[in-house]
């Protein structure tokens, strides 16, 4: 499944999935059963690397939304997108998540004028992320929000391109989440 990983490579012919569509190695053609456990696991390993997040904290991230209000896996997923590298990624400032995370920890954006180098920094509804005065001046961060028009901006975010800075408008809905999650899978995953 394609998870666009690889930033702007991943809208092009260079992708690998559009090239070959089977798993990597001399036994990759080979199909094989898969078990309800195996499409769980799948679902999260998913969800795990398109927010590049480890195991220890995405299950952290889940029995926090398991003790919050709330339908667990929207939570969750809800959570995953409040992150500081996913925000900078979403509002256009980043062509991928892990550029984003990158960009973040090397201290670029400041949230609320404050300087943030931590990427799994959760945003609050009205957060302001700025991008630094220093680097504006970054041509991979210009070619970003370049391209970020066609990529397209969530509706709870607010992109100010003049300002460089975006805003937090609302928190993510489950419709505003594009990305093709079956989260039930993962709350039936840890609930074993």
């Given amino acids: 499944m394609k998870l666009f990983l690889k930033g702007d490579r991943c809208f092009k012919d260079k992708c690998a999935i559009e090239r070959r569509q089977y798993a990597p190695g001399q036994h990759g053609k080979r199909r094989s059963k898969v078990q309800a456990y195996g499409t769980q696991l799948r679902e999260k390993q998913k969800v795990k690397r398109i927010y590049g997040v480890l195991e220890k904290q995405f ?7 398991e003790r ?4 667990t896996g929207e ?4 959570t995953l ?3 500081l590298d996913n925000v900078v990624y979403r509002i256009g400032f980043a062509p991928s998540r892990p550029m984003a995370r990158q960009l973040v920890a090397h201290g670029h954006f400041l949230v609320n004028g404050r300087n943030v180098r931590v990427p799994s920094y959760l945003v609050k509804v009205g957060d302001a992320v ?4 220093r680097s504006r001046k970054n ?3 210009k070619a970003s929000l370049a391209t970020a028009a066609g990529r397209g901006i969530p509706p ?3 992109q100010e391109a003049e300002k460089s800075q975006g805003t937090v408008a609302a928190l993510p809905t489950r419709a505003d989440i594009p990305l093709p ?3 039930q899978l993962i709350v039936e995953l840890y609930s074993k």
Avoid: P, T
């Fill in 59 to 65: 299950r952290r991230y889940f029995q926090k939304a």
């Fill in 68 to 71: 919050s209000r709330g339908i």
């Fill in 75 to 78: 939570v969750l997923l809800q």
């Fill in 81 to 83: 997108e409040r992150r």
């Fill in 130 to 133: 700025q991008l630094k005065d």
């Fill in 139 to 141: 041509e991979a961060i």
């Fill in 156 to 158: 709870w975010l607010a």
């Fill in 181 to 183: 999650i079956s989260e």
